[in-house]
């Protein structure tokens, strides 16, 4: 076992979704924030504008939505090795 990452965001993670663009690409979300990661969590972005979402699910590898608070939905997109949040 290696030594301890600090968390991507702070606060509970209440939304995991798993994305098969880069093998195991993974996005986590919760009250305090979200990030993602290409490597299922060893390494993470955090995503320091996207706060208070409490799902995740993709419909294809390269697309999914965040689902968060007052009905708010947020387009997850992943092009060329890279991210946008519309």
């Known amino acids: 076992m290696g030594p301890r990452r600090p968390p991507?965001?702070?606060g509970s993670v209440d939304g995991l979704g798993y994305t098969s663009?880069?093998?195991k690409?993974?996005?986590a979300t919760g009250p305090g924030g979200?990030?993602?990661s290409r490597d299922e969590g060893r390494n993470r972005v955090p995503l320091d504008t996207v706060t208070n979402y409490w799902a995740v699910a993709f419909a294809?590898?390269?697309a999914g939505w965040l689902v968060g608070t007052e009905g708010r939905i947020l387009k997850v997109s992943f092009r060329d090795r890279?991210?946008?949040w519309d």
């Open 82 to 84: 890279r991210h946008d």
């Open 21 to 23: 663009k880069w093998g």
């Open 34 to 36: 979200a990030a993602w």
């Open 25 to 27: 690409s993974v996005v």
């Open 60 to 62: 294809r590898p390269d």
């Open 8 to 10: 991507a965001f702070r």
